[in-house]
């Protein structure tokens, strides 16, 4: 895919951002391999800063570790998070690919009500790519009102839904969860190599009165160009609906994966910040 991008392309961006826009997003500044509060982890959060990221994506389950210690080392890791000045976007992994026991829904419900209490969020993103197993959007859309009922009644901080991917018909997926459910603040998309442009399209037809924030971008395979960094950010904020973009990683060809150290494509990630300021 060739993004192009022109100085009122930039200019746009810095308009908007002067008005509030927070565009710049990262996933995978840590890894699940890291230690949440240890100095690598450090590491990691300061060049997401240095560099200019505006917020981290991290995952939370209903059966991870977290959970089991009270949200303890997540709770600290979000405060490391907002101490370098990045807000937070919390995905609650749902932990099922399939439409679920009625015993589930009451078992979200009371997870969330002790996420929404113990975690500082600024953002919530319910599951990731439900359309890619096999959940029924209608019964995503349901966990999805069970979520928002309990987030909105404790937390200003918006909810994302659909976090859609690649398989199937997102386009069907997104038009039937809006059909079943408006409970939710954004729309999330998910959007990889030749797809990206119709992804885009068909998430601005489907749902058209959210916002939509790109929660994953890039290129499948580990394969992410400094070009496609530049491009995407310029060419994807052009439509005012789209308000945030999460790069996935930064890697680059022959270098390791995850590695977001002196590649280009962290370099031009630095450089579409500074010259959207």
Partial sequence: VSFRASGDDLQNIRQRRANG????????????GDDLMGELAGKKLEAARQVGCQWVRWGVGMQHEDHDKGFVSQCAFVNRIHEKGIKYLCMIDLLV?????????????????????????????????????????????????????????????????????????????????RAATDQFDILSIHV??????????????????????????????????????????????????IEAIFW?????????ALSIWGTPAWGAYAEMETKTR
């Avoid at 826009?21 to 699940?32: A, E, K, S």
């Avoid at 599951?127 to 009644?153: K, L």
Wanted: aromatic residues 12%; neutral net charge.
């Fill in 192 to 241: 990889y190599g030749a797809v990206s442009r119709q992804r885009v399209r068909e998430a601005l037809s489907a749902v058209p009165d959210k916002p939509i924030w790109i929660t994953e971008c890039g290129w499948a395979g580990g394969v992410f160009t400094a070009a496609a960094v530049k491009g995407a950010y310029t060419e994807y904020l052009r439509n005012p609906r």
């Fill in 21 to 32: 826009l927070r565009p710049f997003g990262l996933n995978h500044v840590v890894t699940h």
């Fill in 97 to 177: 690919t399939f439409d679920p026991p009625e015993r589930y829904y009451q078992d979200f419900e009371a997870f969330c009500r002790t996420a929404v209490k113990e975690i500082p969020a600024d953002a919530w993103e319910i599951g990731n790519e439900p359309n890619n197993g096999r959940m029924s959007p209608e019964c995503y859309a349901r966990i999805v009102s069970i979520a928002t009922g309990v987030f909105r009644h404790s937390s200003p901080a918006p909810v994302c839904a659909g976090a859609i991917g690649d398989r199937g018909n997102p386009a069907d997926y997104m038009r039937r969860l």
């Fill in 248 to 256: 996935y990683c930064m890697s680059d060809p022959n270098l390791p």
